[in-house]
């Protein structure tokens, strides 16, 4: 895993400040405004995702089908929506949307949860976990792909505009990382408003790609889940993208 992180050597520019914390699985490389960074933030981030953590492990000893399932998880009684935890609802709610197990939004959760957290105390963030992006910018951004053995690894961005934020940035793979995929693609890349549906979303689409021949199906199919705002497929050397995207060179 250390070469599939090696972007996290790369510094932002001098006005954001960045950390990594280290929760389990949940492994969060951050940066916020420069004039906002306290020293105390990393054990205040690291403290909050634990209890995060926790809320959603109970559940999910109580409800192991949630996470062993691939497919949309049902609660059975409505009426017990008030003991399920708001990360496990959120995880439902994006699974559900993108016609996957609620684990499929796990990452983008906990980038979008630890986002929000810090946009409590500062003006701007970026979290990365697993590869997967909630971020919260006053000035452009670009935020490159990475696209394993692909050709086109390191040959394209996505330009983010600030009024585009916040947003979730998620990329399933069918290659490289750990996550389970059942497609091929060497990237497919979701933007959205919520990182959790990014990220379930993601795996749905990327789950579809086996063949060249899926890209322009699996564009159209994209945008049947409410929500997402843009798609990018990479598949060898072939780029497919639909939506509210600004493509660029690194």
């Known amino acids: 895993m250390s070469s599939y992180r090696f972007y996290r050597r790369l510094e932002p520019e001098e006005r954001m400040t960045a950390f990594t914390v280290k929760v389990k699985e949940t492994d969060l490389w951050v940066?916020?405004?420069?004039?906002?960074?306290?020293?105390?933030?990393p054990g205040m981030l690291e403290e909050y995702?634990?209890?995060?953590?926790?809320?959603l492990e109970h559940f999910i000893q109580e409800n192991p089908l949630f996470r062993d399932t691939l497919q949309p998880f049902i609660l059975d009684n409505p009426a017990d929506l008030h003991c399920v935890p708001r990360p496990a609802l959120e995880m439902i709610w994006a699974g559900n949307q993108a016609g996957v197990g609620p684990m499929a939004a796990v990452a983008g959760l906990f980038a979008e949860l630890a986002g929000k957290f810090l946009l409590e105390k500062t003006h701007e963030v970026m979290v990365e976990n697993g590869g997967?992006?909630?971020?919260?910018?006053?000035?452009?951004?670009?935020?490159?792909?990475?696209?394993?053995?692909?050709?086109?690894?390191?040959q394209v961005a996505l330009e983010i505009s600030p009024?585009?934020?916040?947003?979730?940035?998620?990329?399933?793979?069918?290659?490289?990382?750990?996550?389970?995929?059942?497609g091929e693609a060497?990237?497919?890349?979701?933007?959205?408003?919520?990182?959790?549906?990014a990220d379930a979303a993601?795996?749905?689409?990327?789950?579809?790609?086996?063949?060249?021949?899926?890209?322009?199906?699996?564009?159209?199919?994209?945008?049947?889940?409410e929500g997402v705002r843009g798609v990018l497929i990479i598949y060898n050397?072939?780029?497919?993208a639909r939506g509210n995207l600004k493509l660029t060179h690194p």
């Open 186 to 197: 060497d990237a497919v890349v979701v933007t959205s408003p919520s990182a959790p549906l």
């Open 31 to 41: 940066a916020v405004d420069t004039q906002n960074y306290t020293s105390e933030l």
């Open 49 to 55: 995702i634990w209890q995060k953590r926790q809320e």
């Open 237 to 240: 050397d072939k780029m497919a």
């Open 132 to 154: 997967d992006i909630f971020l919260k910018v006053e000035e452009p951004c670009c935020v490159g792909i990475y696209a394993g053995d692909s050709p086109l690894n390191g």
């Open 163 to 182: 009024q585009d934020t916040p947003q979730g940035i998620c990329t399933s793979s069918g290659k490289i990382g750990p996550s389970y995929s059942e």
């Open 202 to 225: 993601a795996t749905a689409l990327g789950n579809m790609v086996t063949a060249e021949s899926h890209l322009e199906s699996t564009l159209e199919a994209a945008f049947q889940i």
